[in-house]
């Protein structure tokens, strides 16, 4: 049974850094692409970034671009998102997903390609 577990969520202020973790039990880590996701509340749940199974390769959406970096420690079998510059808009779950499948770098955006979801993590930011 594959777990995730999100961890490092709070409240902050505007300009404020954040950096959340996401650990992995009960699989092989390094056999998942992992990504993160967030939802605000009302809106749909969407990609903040990804990274490939060595590491190597990150994605990320263009609000958060510059901004937040992802990064994986396979011995540690977790995942991160470091969040610098916060804005009030950034306010949401955050949820760390992984997906054991090939991806495209247009297939990282996509929920529905992540079979492995975390229960999430709240981030509010303060103006």
């Given at each position: ?56 390769t990150?994605?990320?959406?263009d ?9 994986r ?55």
């Amino acid at each position: 049974q594959v777990q995730l577990v999100e961890s490092g969520g709070r409240l902050v202020q505007a300009g404020d850094s954040l950096r959340l973790s996401c650990t992995v039990s009960g699989g092989s880590f390094s056999m998942y692409a992992m990504g993160w996701f967030r939802q605000a509340p009302g809106k749909e749940r969407e990609f903040v970034g990804g990274i490939s199974r060595s590491g190597g390769t990150e994605y990320y959406a263009d609000s958060v671009k510059g901004r937040f970096t992802i990064s994986r420690d396979n011995a540690q079998k977790a995942v991160y998102l470091q969040m610098n510059s916060l804005k009030p808009e950034d306010t949401a779950v955050y949820y760390c997903a992984g997906s054991l499948q090939f991806l495209s770098s247009r297939a990282y955006l996509a929920s529905a390609e992540y079979g492995y979801w975390g229960q999430g993590t709240q981030v509010t930011v303060s103006s």
